[in-house]
């Protein structure tokens, strides 16, 4: 977990989904919407092919947040900064 955090995330939910999924890892995402504030051109080339006029993006963000099984943490070698 990102050292900056304050979350009401539920560990004993996370856990056990990693847990009961068992991929060795898991994290938590969040959807993020992102206003432009400018309208946005689509080109092709030189040609302008579109226009939006201040979209708002969405991406999935990570929280900072993850899971890992013993054995992914064992293969970080020791007293190597990651």
């Given amino acids: 977990m990102n050292g900056d955090l ?5 560990f004993e939910e996370l856990i056990g ?4 999924e068992r ?10 919407q992102v206003p432009i504030d400018f309208g946005c051109r ?6 302008i092919v579109g226009f939006e ?3 708002t ?3 999935d963000v990570s929280m900072g947040v993850y899971v890992f099984e013993r054995e992914a943490v064992e293969l ?6 990651i």
């Fill in 42 to 47: 689509e080109l092709d080339g030189d040609a």
């Fill in 23 to 32: 991929r060795g890892r898991n994290g938590r995402i969040h959807r993020r």
């Fill in 53 to 55: 006029e201040k979209p």
């Fill in 17 to 20: 989904r990693a847990r009961r």
């Fill in 6 to 10: 304050l979350t009401t995330l539920d």
């Fill in 57 to 59: 993006l969405s991406y």
């Fill in 76 to 81: 970080v070698p020791r007293r190597t900064p």
